[in-house]
């Protein structure tokens, strides 16, 4: 484990009273394999699980220790909370202390969650930054699994629509950003052309292009996602919805029949999302000899999407 010790714990955790490592060891593993490990792989969890010296790594590494000691606290607290004995499950009480109510108890809950959360977005920004230092995770699917998009990092996403900068909100838009790039991007451009732009690009022409497309996407992607109540859309941008507490379901993304925000937002999504593919494909035809991975099809279908009851269809 990258947390080995009650010092190390308690550095990033503000709570009162003890913080024991051994009451938490199965919690602090359980973090590494549920949240740090799918982020970073297994070889750069490996490295971090060693003692360091290059101050880079250092610091990465106690970024990573960061989100573990929050994840495991946060997963750790529903059993903390409670004593099991073979007479059963009890609360402790008396008459100087009584237990936090629901709300209270989830409240720290999600607060242990938020901080993990921005751990683990800071630490993936800062490798990012700095990836000769780590091959490892640079070399890994976790991070590799994006090469295959248009859109394939954090920062061209957040600069077309704001998700907050993280890493994590895009990580999870993974799914629609390939469903809008099979149905509305490839079905106008053709698959030659598509992979072809994914590729560094020197030609101004070709690069207009990419960026055109790359604007269409965002706005497709986002236009697909705002029924999606794992997500949280308003006037500051998106960000993932990572819990929802009991008395907060009303402001569901999922509600649109009461939420015209949410509406305007995917009625313009849709309409940025054709404009700025036919200002790329316009781009495209003015310069055929730039673009000869292009073939020109009969019938633009890019042009006609319609909506259903459940679904936006070509």
Same mark, same amino acid.
């Given at each position: 484990?990258?947390?080995?010790?009650?010092?190390?714990?308690?550095?990033?955790?503000?709570?009162?009273?003890?913080?024991?490592?051994?009451?938490?060891?199965?919690?602090?593993?359980?973090?590494?394999?549920?949240?740090?490990?799918?982020?970073?792989?297994?070889?750069?969890? /490996?490295?971090?699980?060693?003692?360091?010296?290059?101050?880079?790594?250092?610091?990465?590494?106690?970024? %990573?220790?960061?989100?573990? /000691?929050?994840?495991?606290?946060?997963?750790?607290?529903?059993?903390?909370?409670?004593?099991?004995?073979?007479?059963?499950?009890?609360? /402790?009480?008396?008459?100087?202390?009584?237990?936090?109510?629901?709300?209270?108890?989830?409240?720290?809950?999600?607060?242990?969650?938020?901080?993990?959360?921005?751990?683990?977005?800071?630490?993936?920004?800062?490798?990012?930054?700095?990836?000769?230092?780590?091959?490892?995770?640079?070399?890994?699917?976790?991070?590799?699994?994006?090469?295959?998009?248009?859109?394939?990092?954090?920062?061209?996403?957040?600069?077309?629509?704001?998700?907050?900068?993280?890493?994590?909100?895009?990580?999870?838009?993974?799914?629609?950003?390939?469903?809008?790039?099979?149905?509305?991007?490839?079905?106008?451009?053709?698959?030659?052309?598509?992979?072809?732009?994914?590729?560094?690009?020197?030609?101004?022409?070709?690069?207009?292009?990419?960026?055109?497309?790359?604007?269409?996407?965002?706005?497709?992607?986002?236009?697909?996602?705002?029924?999606?109540?794992?997500?949280?859309?308003?006037?500051?941008?998106?960000?993932?919805?990572?819990?929802?507490?009991?008395?907060?379901?009303?402001?569901?993304?999922?509600?649109?029949?009461?939420?015209?925000?949410?509406?305007?937002?995917?009625?313009?999504?849709?309409?940025?999302?054709?404009?700025?593919?036919?200002?790329?494909?316009?781009?495209?035809?003015?310069?055929?000899?730039?673009?000869?991975?292009?073939?020109?099809?009969?019938? %633009?279908?890019?042009?006609?999407?319609?909506?259903?009851?459940?679904?936006?269809?070509?």
């Amino acid at each position: 484990m990258i947390i080995k010790d009650t010092a190390t714990l308690r550095k990033y955790l503000s709570v009162n009273g003890s913080v024991d490592h051994d009451n938490i060891a199965p919690y602090l593993r359980k973090a590494e394999r549920t949240f740090l490990k799918p982020a970073i792989g297994s070889e750069q969890l /490996a490295i971090f699980d060693t003692e360091v010296t290059d101050e880079i790594i250092k610091e990465a590494q106690e970024l %990573a220790q960061e989100v573990v /000691a929050n994840y495991a606290y946060f997963l750790y607290l529903p059993i903390g909370a409670v004593q099991i004995t073979d007479s059963g499950i009890q609360v /402790a009480e008396n008459e100087h202390a009584k237990s936090a109510s629901d709300k209270q108890f989830k409240e720290l809950q999600r607060s242990f969650l938020k901080s993990a959360h921005e751990a683990l977005d800071e630490l993936l920004a800062f490798m990012e930054v700095s990836a000769d230092k780590f091959i490892e995770w640079f070399n890994s699917d976790t991070h590799t699994v994006y090469k295959d998009l248009l859109v394939n990092k954090t920062d061209i996403f957040n600069k077309y629509y704001y998700i907050f900068n993280s890493r994590q909100t895009f990580t999870s838009l993974k799914p629609n950003l390939q469903i809008t790039e099979d149905r509305f991007i490839k079905a106008s451009v053709g698959k030659e052309l598509l992979e072809a732009l994914k590729e560094n690009q020197t030609d101004e022409n070709r690069k207009e292009v990419k960026k055109l497309l790359q604007q269409s996407i965002v706005a497709f992607t986002v236009m697909l996602t705002v029924e999606n109540g794992m997500f949280v859309l308003d006037a500051k941008g998106m960000h993932m919805r990572f819990d929802v507490l009991p008395y907060e379901k009303t402001i569901t993304n999922v509600n649109l029949k009461i939420n015209d925000f949410l509406l305007r937002t995917k009625d313009n999504k849709q309409v940025e999302g054709e404009e700025y593919l036919k200002m790329a494909l316009n781009v495209i035809k003015e310069n055929p000899t730039k673009f000869t991975e292009y073939t020109e099809k009969e019938q %633009a279908d890019y042009i006609n999407i319609t909506k259903t009851k459940s679904i936006i269809s070509l």
